[in-house]
């Protein structure tokens, strides 16, 4: 018997969501061994983590919170990852969005809200903006890979809120706790029903806001035509005419935009002052998310929301069962390495033949490699 | 600075850069045979743990060495099914096993943290250790260190001089061109992603039983991505990949010295240090790479999967 693989001709349809929930139970198997490895319950652990992910209202909504940072990450990764452009750069870009922020609102407390929001919104914006042309920039001028320079202002951009929050911007009345000061009340985003709807706080409007203009720009005007078209490779686009230095920029520019949007919503509202705890990884769950949703809207908004609601999830099992946090980036590691694996079923078919041999006679010696093709075509 | 310091210092650079040696040249095997391996950093980590874990409760120094390199072979045998097999994307399955690798030794080894073990200690080798200035920099560490001076010729013996090493490089420059030949690219990329898996692997080994002998989380610290950017200074050549790690070694020997030193750059400063480096040395190699000929020394195919026909 012979292995028959063959490019599929037309999608699979719903094997689609087969394919997926398959990959999924193979990851999840793979972490209920680990747990049981662990001296833990293994699918036990795994219910503890269902549950604590969608047993509640106060954890739906937890994932929510989650949800916005990861979601507006995921978006600004999908942005480059069309291009072929990796920008792996999302959680430095995330954390220079709340240098940003923090520094609008600490040199500016005096301005009312209206003023001082937009103003800290603009400052984290462009401040991952500019991280993210780094890498842009250094690739087009210098022809460095971005993949290894945006990662290292990754470790940069953490290490320099580090700097930061130690050193100047550190709240004199906190004990030596490395913490800024809290923003003014019009430097914080408010919650939204804070009796109702717990901790989902205004900050989710950006997400709609940023998901409607990804959909518009790429599917709805020239410049996200262009940007797909130079998908296809850096030589394809040079000889299209496309200006595929400026795509570069601007992908890797907006992109950092809004991660550093992500950085400055997550600071201002769920704690109000800038601490070195907000690093949490967003960035590169982000990265995880924007691929198992093969970089589209919809299913980024839905994948962002899954992913949130595990990392909810594991923090129950976390206390419940002592586990450590790395369950988390374990679980999103072993997901997305089964979901890569199985996209291949999407691409291609595969089926058990006869082997050709057995089934006609061996075809003459200069014909033998024709033959083979033919077999397996 | 004294002379004894400044000894101290060199001696401290090519012990800190032999985790990163093994790490880079792994990384050259692998993609020398044109696979792309963006997961060394989680290599790296489990490994460390693995090394750590054999090594504490065997009491065996080297049968934990050989648990790392098995630890990276095994995990890099991941990456060679997902790629290879299933055709995934070659940087993002690196990056799944970043993730996948750096957790999971984080996850195990949370028992064990702040543990110690014994390890390789220090051996001075004879006669050679007494030379003035050369016999303290080079020739009084463990055995790993020694290891690691063989490491480069070996991988350079086999990658110019050996027929698998041809047939290694056909696979990362023109795998269709190989397989007319009558070799199989397929296996061949299997073997470049398995051995330099368990070259990384030594050097993950290398942190946990020569380097802290005991165990922390976040061992790893980076030192992957560092072997990964190294790769391209190296242009690919073992022989580059030397310099290139002692340069980061210095680095990261120097940065410890000056903060015990009690100095009053702030630390975060510090840690910048071999990020900031690996940056700065990618532009330079760009730059080189650039006034040689034009075209990178990365092989042809590297990166790009073997498709099935049909």
Redesign the interface.
Same mark, same amino acid.
């Given at each position: 018997m012979n292995l028959?693989?063959?490019?599929r001709e037309e999608s699979l349809g719903w094997g689609v969501l087969v394919v997926y929930l398959g990959a999924l139970a193979l990851a999840f198997c793979v972490c209920a061994l =680990?747990l049981k490895? /662990?001296g833990k319950p293994g699918f036990g652990g795994l219910a503890i983590l269902f549950r604590g992910a969608f047993g509640q209202t106060y954890a739906l909504l937890d994932g929510l919170v989650k949800a916005i940072p990861i979601f507006l990450c995921a978006l600004g990764v999908a942005l480059s990852f069309r291009m072929q452009v990796?920008n @792996?750069g999302a959680e430095g870009q995330f954390a220079l969005g709340a240098v940003g922020a923090t520094w609008a609102a600490l040199t500016f407390p005096g301005l009312p809200g209206v003023a001082l929001m937009p103003l800290m919104l603009l400052c984290a914006m462009l401040a991952g903006a500019a991280w993210g042309a780094i890498p842009a920039a $250094?690739r087009l001028r210098?022809?460095?890979?971005e993949?290894? /320079?945006s990662?290292?202002?990754n470790? @940069?951009g953490i =290490? +320099?809120l580090?700097?930061l929050v130690?050193?100047v911007w550190k709240d004199p009345a906190s004990f030596g706790f490395p913490m800024t000061a809290e923003f003014a009340s019009g430097g914080q985003i408010a919650r939204i029903l804070p009796g109702v709807l717990g901790k989902l706080h205004w900050g989710l409007l950006a997400c709609p806001v940023a998901g409607v203009a990804y959909w518009v720009l790429l599917s709805r005007t020239r410049l996200g035509f262009e940007i797909a078209a130079a998908g296809e490779g850096e030589r394809v686009a040079r000889y299209a005419q496309l200006p595929y230095g400026f795509l570069v920029f601007f992908v890797m520019g907006l992109g950092g935009a809004l991660s550093g949007l992500a950085g400055s919503i997550e600071t201002s509202a769920t704690l109000g002052r800038l601490q070195p705890t907000i690093m949490v990884g967003y960035g590169?769950t982000a990265? %995880?998310v924007a691929?198992l949703a093969r970089l589209r809207p919809w299913a980024i908004a839905f994948t962002a929301y899954l992913l949130a609601a595990f990392r909810v999830g594991g923090e129950v099992m976390q206390l419940e069962l002592q586990?450590?946090a790395?369950?988390?980036? @374990?679980?999103?590691?072993?997901i +997305?390495?089964c979901v890569?694996?199985?996209?291949?079923f999407l691409?291609?078919s595969v089926s058990l033949r006869p082997s050709p041999k057995a089934a006609r006679p061996a075809p003459p010696a200069n014909d033998a490699n024709d033959a083979a093709?033919g077999a397996? /075509? | 600075m004294s002379p004894e310091l400044i000894i101290a210092l060199f001696a401290a650079a090519v012990q800190a850069g032999t985790p990163i040696l093994f790490a880079t040249l792994g990384e050259i095997v692998s993609e020398k045979a044109g696979v792309m391996n963006?997961g060394v950093e989680?290599v790296i980590a489990l490994s460390a743990f693995a090394a750590f874990v054999v090594c504490h409760l065997t009491g065996s120094a080297w049968l934990g060495l050989l648990a790392g390199g098995l630890a990276g072979t095994l995990l890099c045998g991941?990456h060679s099914?997902?790629c290879q097999?299933?055709?995934?994307?070659q940087?993002?399955?690196g990056?799944? $096993?970043?993730?996948?690798?750096?957790? $999971?030794?984080?996850?195990?080894g949370?028992p064990y943290v702040g543990q110690a073990t014994e390890g390789f200690g220090k051996i001075a080798v004879p006669l050679l250790s007494d030379i003035p200035v050369l016999g303290p920099i080079l020739f009084r560490h463990d055995t790993l260190v020694y290891l690691g001076y063989i490491a480069p010729v070996a991988v350079w013996f086999l990658l110019n001089r050996t027929s698998l090493g041809l047939g290694l490089r056909a696979a990362g420059e023109m795998p269709a061109a190989a397989a007319a030949a009558g070799l199989n690219p397929q296996r061949l990329r299997a073997f470049g992603v398995l051995a330099g898996g368990f070259l990384c692997g030594l050097g993950g080994a290398y942190l946990s039983l020569a380097h802290t002998h005991l165990w922390t989380?976040g061992l790893s610290g980076?030192r992957g991505?560092v072997a %990964?950017?190294l790769v @391209?200074f190296a242009f690919w050549r073992p022989g580059r990949a030397v310099i290139g790690a002692l340069l980061f070694g210095g680095v990261m020997a120097f940065q410890l010295r000056l903060q015990a030193s009690g100095t009053n750059i702030?630390s975060? =400063?510090l =840690?910048?240090l071999p990020?900031?480096l690996?940056?700065i040395v990618?532009?330079f190699s760009?730059?080189r790479?650039?006034e040689r000929s034009g075209a /990178?020394a990365a092989p042809a195919a590297l990166g790009v999967n073997i498709e099935?026909?049909?």
């Open positions: 028959v693989i063959r490019k =680990l490895m /662990s990796w @792996i $250094l210098l022809g460095v890979s993949v290894i /320079s990662l290292m202002l470790y @940069i =290490l +320099l580090e700097y130690f050193g590169y990265i %995880v691929w586990v450590p790395a369950f988390g980036p @374990i679980m999103e590691g072993a +997305l390495l890569l694996a199985g996209q291949f691409t291609y093709k397996r /075509s | 963006l989680g991941l099914l997902v097999v299933f055709l995934g994307n940087v993002v399955s990056l799944a $096993l970043t993730l996948f690798g750096v957790g $999971l030794a984080t996850f195990l949370t989380t980076g991505w %990964v950017a @391209i702030p975060s =400063l =840690l910048m990020y900031a690996t940056v990618l532009v760009a730059a790479a650039r /990178s099935p026909e049909g």
